[in-house]
């Protein structure tokens, strides 16, 4: 799953987003073992997750004002 909060993602898109944020092609993608494939996208996931709860938390305050 990656930058879907939840929704799930192909593996097409999956192998899209990691070679995009890696700066890899298909042949380099696919020469990574799959554990390290999926903790890439478990990272990205996190990352991606984490700066969506910051820009809300951002939003939030400045309503505040």
Known sequence: MLYGEGKVRS???GRYVV?????WDWHT???????????????????AQKTNKETKNAQRKGRRK
Do not use: V
């Not at 993608?29 to 990352?47: G, H, K, T, V």
């Open 11 to 13: 593996e097409a898109y």
């Open 19 to 23: 070679c995009k944020e890696m700066g």
């Open 29 to 47: 993608y696919m020469a990574q073992p799959p554990f390290f494939i999926e903790e890439i996208s478990i990272i990205m996931n996190q990352e």
